[in-house]
């Protein structure tokens, strides 16, 4: 055997040890290569199935999804700071203005995301940090097999009729701050999207209610059912999301329009700070705010488009309530003690 062909011979075994180097022991050389991005958001129903299939197709890349709630989302950030495997996160308002504090994501103004210019100014939270990719609302759930007339005005729900039939969210589920509002607005008369200001009036107003409150939970599927099946004739407040894709399915429910009108839930998009593929995370943001996805969205999640020139799907045309989530983020863990004391208790 020449000399020639041993060195080769050794070339070639310490070049097929160098890849396998690389291979086992730097696996995100090859991962950074790949067209996918990791996604973490609400297991709500349309956005695996409906959504995100089309905007893999469009755009050619995979979108691994996980869905679990803002809080949880939150944690898996932080604790993933010093090597983010997420690249985007869907999570409520007061969420992302944690973790925007904990400079955990990257502000989305100024990154060139051409859509944004068409979305409302409410919908862009603390200069474009972060964007709304639909608004939701929130007033009150009802059976409807059992609720005649719906509900006109929050103030039914103080009723002698819904003795022992209404039934409460935590306040550590976000949609439980629209029935605090709404009974801040009905003790003081302030505009909706000031009511969360008088929150002690509000939660004056709440005692007056709790001959009528059957139970108070953090389990919204379960509490869902209760109410299709009867268990109980208001659900105070999930959001449209729910309540109206199950309507469309069939179930005996909808959601109330008061007279005192609605609530304009967060559902927050933002790009994760140092995320893998961040221009592929851009790009899913570009496409979840242009006209044509976001009416698709309205469609699908019973929301309303925050892009001004999305068409407006029949009966969603509302005037929504924005509420100031910073300050309900800053007084979040102070009502849910109080909530759990005076109310659930």
């Not at 129903?45 to 869905?67: A, R, S």
């Not at 407040?237 to 069939?250: E, I, N, T, Y």
């Not at 009966?315 to 863990?333: C, I, K, P, Q, T």
């Amino acid at each position: 055997m020449s000399l020639t062909s041993v060195l080769t011979r050794r070339q070639a075994l310490l070049g097929g040890a160098a890849c396998a180097v690389a291979t086992i022991g730097f696996p995100n050389i090859i991962r950074a290569q790949t067209k996918e991005i990791f996604v973490g958001g609400p297991a709500s129903p349309g956005l695996q199935d409906v959504l995100f299939p089309i905007i893999e197709k469009k755009h050619g890349f995979k979108i691994l999804f996980e869905g679990s709630n803002s809080l949880i989302n939150l944690e898996k950030i932080r604790s993933n700071a010093a090597r983010q495997t997420m690249t985007v996160t869907m999570m409520d308002d007061p969420v992302l203005i944690l973790a925007m504090r904990d400079k955990l994501i990257t502000p989305l103004g100024g990154l060139g995301i051409s859509n944004m210019a068409d979305v409302i100014p409410e919908a862009k939270p603390q200069d474009a940090t972060w964007v709304n990719w639909c608004q939701p609302f929130s007033t009150v759930a009802y059976n409807t097999d059992l609720v005649s007339g719906g509900v006109p005005s929050y103030a039914d729900c103080w009723d002698k009729r819904y003795a022992d039939r209404i039934i409460l969210i935590s306040m550590r589920i976000t949609q439980a701050i629209a029935p605090l509002c709404a009974a801040a607005h009905l003790a003081t008369g302030v505009p909706l999207e000031k009511s969360i200001y008088e929150a002690d009036a509000g939660f004056e107003k709440m005692l007056e209610m709790k001959p009528n409150i059957l139970q108070v939970t953090r389990a919204t599927p379960q509490a869902q059912q209760l109410l299709e099946i009867g268990e109980c004739d208001l659900f105070m407040s999930p959001d449209s999301r729910s309540v109206l894709f199950r309507k469309s399915q069939g179930a005996p429910v909808d959601q109330a329009r008061p007279k005192e009108g609605a609530f304009a839930m967060p559902a927050g998009l933002a790009l994760v700070k140092d995320g893998p593929n961040p221009e592929l995370g851009m790009k899913f943001i570009e496409e979840m705010l242009s006209p044509e996805t976001q009416e698709l969205i309205a469609k699908t999640f019973y929301s309303k488009p925050t892009n001004r020139k999305a068409k407006v799907p029949e009966g969603l045309d509302l005037d929504l309530a924005v509420l100031d989530w910073e300050y309900f983020s800053d007084n979040r863990e102070k009502w849910i003690e109080r909530w759990e004391r005076e109310i659930a208790a």
